[in-house]
């Protein structure tokens, strides 16, 4: 049984660090008087700088140069409480408290007293409230975030990561610092068994050849005792049951891992990619059966049937990756987008919010998107809905670049930390049919970036990250970073040498369209993973966010541009087009780099395209804004509006 808080009236209280802590056990202390906000109304899951905005108590980071104006939330401690009545009929069962993602340390308190603590963000956490909240009677319950952890934004030391909570939010060349706390993911109430099914991680597989599919799962399951027990499987379909099966399992006293496979195969519709077929997916109900036949625990969920096979590019070398997507027996294409957080405040990500990117990118015949290194495993709906549009998800651990030292941290906390991390990945989002990819991070490597050598298999981290890969992502493949092999970057001097496998970049405007090219035509990357040219935000959104700051001229002179894209301003071209200075001319800057970004970006992937299967793929850098930029690489702006590279990509990616 089951009790989702998201439905619960939540408030939402700041305080000076530790303040809540000295007023929580003392006596006659009206603590009211000593909160740092008043008490306001909260959203689950959120994040406390949304509920601040709400309630006019932050200013929009969107709008001119507020963002700065926001930094102070993560240096306070902030008490989410609502009023909870376990049902009555929970009586006699053991309670527990789960949460999906939690940011990013705290505690967790019913009527005042601390039950438990916790810390990180990127694994779920789960409390023992049973003897906590008496079914039938109404509680308090609060959890308490403390301020956020020391974590680098985009420079900084690779080596040095520990804490593991999103970095993008400390600051990128796309973002400014606005580092989110509070309650991002789901957040329940279940009853728990004596015998529980911690997770399922299912294995759908499909004969190209016979067309028939096949199935196995894997159980981590927590029992107080050891046991047997009967394990009934149900398939079903758009048309009813596909397979029923029982198989009689043992389990081992406390958490243990079990493999069950269902024998033979059975008649079912393939999944494939956007633009080759369809992507029927299938109910799988697996529960656990006592002696007399009572469902002991259970599990559901959807899987799809594909075989993803990796092919050598015509004419690589023998020491290169494969880069040639190979499903059902059908070469495929990859032609994506690099995946970041839909806003700064991810946790106010709904699904809603998921869908209308995703049928954006669909449209476009998209077939796969990067899930980049420096944010976070996205919550369950997204790669629901990848699922259902054909979208093939590349999904990196929680590691990316920092421009002054690149390779992984080594040292054994971190390892421990980060094998906790990779397990908890693939066990929650493994078994969909649209993962097809697991990385060790985003461009991870040695030395400066002028001599830059990727990281490779032997760097600890990426072995503790490959292990736990192999054991659990059957059917899916392992990436040491993005961009491997000998070259970070494509070099011209070097092109027919065998030298370019994964490249990324570039990512500047064209000095010219003759030079952008000679450039493409001379690339001979298996892969380009990365590559992109910024253009403006419209002129409407940048009106309606520029507050009272001046647009014109977009210089180095003006603050607007300077504090909030300053990577990806474009300054030069208003002197290579003989823009006027002293008057506004900004809608035609604005246009300019708009046209300039479709017709560069759609040369990249029609060179790309007409080289396969010599090359793999390509996949954009970006695709979508998180935060009002007035220039920036993403082809879909902050309020979900494509600009006009979407319509130019479309065209080279539908191209049959």
């Known amino acids: 049984m089951r009790f989702d808080l998201a439905s619960l009236d939540w408030s939402l209280v700041g305080w000076a660090p530790n303040v809540w802590e000295w007023t929580a056990g003392a006596e006659g202390i009206d603590s009211t008087r000593h909160h740092a906000t008043p008490v306001i109304p909260a959203v689950v899951p959120g994040a406390v700088q949304e509920d601040l905005l709400r309630a006019g108590l932050l200013p929009d980071w969107n709008v001119g140069l507020n963002a700065p104006l926001c930094e102070w939330v993560e240096h306070r401690h902030w008490e989410y409480s609502c009023q909870v009545e376990v049902p009555a009929d929970w009586e006699g069962e053991s309670v527990m408290l789960h949460a999906e993602g939690l940011d990013y340390a705290g505690y967790v308190l019913v009527d005042g007293h601390t039950v438990g603590s916790f810390m990180g963000m990127m694994r779920p956490q789960t409390f023992d409230v049973t003897e906590w909240l008496e079914p039938g009677s109404a509680h308090r319950l609060s959890l308490v975030f403390t301020e956020a952890p020391h974590e680098q934004g985009q420079i900084g030391y690779t080596s040095l990561s520990r804490w593991f909570k999103a970095r993008f939010a400390y600051g990128w060349d796309w973002c400014p610092r606005l580092v989110p706390l509070g309650i991002w993911d789901s957040l329940y109430l279940e009853t728990v068994p004596e015998v529980h099914v911690e997770g399922c991680l299912p294995n759908a597989t499909l004969d190209p050849v016979t067309g028939k599919g096949s199935l196995s799962l894997r159980l981590l399951v927590d029992s107080l005792w050891p046991m047997q027990a009967t394990c009934h499987i149900r398939l079903t379909g758009s048309e009813g049951t596909v397979l029923e099966h029982d198989t009689a399992c043992v389990f081992a006293m406390g958490v243990s891992e079990t493999m069950l496979t269902v024998p033979g ?204 890969a192999e054991r659990l992502g059957r059917n899916q493949r392992f990436v040491v970073t993005s961009p491997s092999g000998p070259s970070m970057w494509f070099d011209p001097e070097f092109a027919g040498q065998g030298m370019h496998h994964d490249v990324h970049g570039p990512w500047r405007m064209p000095t010219s369209m003759e030079e952008w090219r000679d450039y493409w035509d001379a690339q001979d990357a298996m892969l380009v993973s990365e590559v992109g040219v910024p253009s403006c935000s419209r002129l409407e959104l940048l009106e309606a966010y520029a507050g009272d700051m001046e647009l014109w001229p977009p210089n180095d002179d003006n603050p607007f541009w300077l504090y909030r894209t300053p990577w990806w301003n474009t300054w030069e071209l208003a002197d290579a087009h003989a823009f006027d200075a002293d008057r506004p001319e900004l809608a035609r800057y604005v246009e300019l780099t708009r046209r300039i970004q479709a017709e560069s970006m759609a040369y990249v992937a029609s060179s790309c395209k007409r080289r396969f299967p010599q090359c793999g793929g390509v996949i954009f850098w970006m695709g979508h804004d998180c935060y009002v930029c007035p220039s920036n690489n993403a082809i879909i702006e902050y309020d979900g509006m494509p600009k006009p590279a979407v319509a130019a990509l479309r065209e080279v990616f539908r191209d049959d």
């Open 265 to 468: 195969s059975f008649a079912v519709e393939a999944w494939w990619p956007n633009g080759m077929g369809d992507q029927p997916l299938y109910d799988l109900e697996m529960a656990l059966l006592d002696d007399e036949g009572g469902v002991i625990d259970a599990w559901q969920g959807r899987v799809g049937f594909r075989d993803v096979q990796w092919l050598p590019c015509e004419g690589a070398p023998a020491n290169a990756e494969p880069w040639i997507c190979q499903v059902n027996g059908r070469r495929v294409f990859l032609q994506g987008v690099n995946w970041t957080p839909v806003r700064m405040t991810y946790g106010s990500v709904t699904k809603e919010m998921y869908a209308e990117r995703l049928r954006i990118y669909a449209d476009m015949g998209l077939n796969i998107v990067r899930v980049w290194g420096g944010a976070m495993l996205e919550k369950d709906a997204f790669y629901d809905l990848c699922d259902e549009l054909g979208i093939m998800v590349w999904q990196e651990f929680p590691l990316s670049s920092s421009g002054i030292d690149n390779a992984p941290p080594s040292d054994p906390e971190a390892l421990d930390e980060l094998r906790r991390i990779a397990t908890s990945y693939l066990w929650r989002r493994g078994g969909h049919v649209s993962c097809v990819i697991w990385s060790g991070g985003n461009e991870l490597f040695y030395g400066e970036r002028e001599d830059a050598t990727p990281v490779d298999e032997t760097d600890p981290a990426i072995a503790v990250m490959a292990g736990v």
